[in-house]
């Protein structure tokens, strides 16, 4: 499944679910830095204020915490 994610951004960098999958993957290894980094690209595509923007900028908010 990593692969066809990874294959989703090879084909558009600015794919929102790719970039939260990806971010969740590293989240889930522990990984806070890139999980963050990640999500940061998700909400740039993302309005901000969308229940997706909401979504991530909250989970970039507890993988600070985590770190």
Known sequence: ALALVQRA???DAKNSTALGLMGLNAYNN??????????H????VLNK?????????????????AS
Request: avoid cysteine; charge should be positive.
């Open 41 to 44: 690209k998700a909400i740039a």
């Open 9 to 11: 951004l090879a084909l």
């Open 49 to 65: 204020e969308s229940p997706s923007g909401k979504f991530w900028a909250a989970a970039i908010e507890k993988a600070k915490l």
């Open 30 to 39: 522990k990984d806070f830095k890139t999980a963050v980094n990640y999500w």
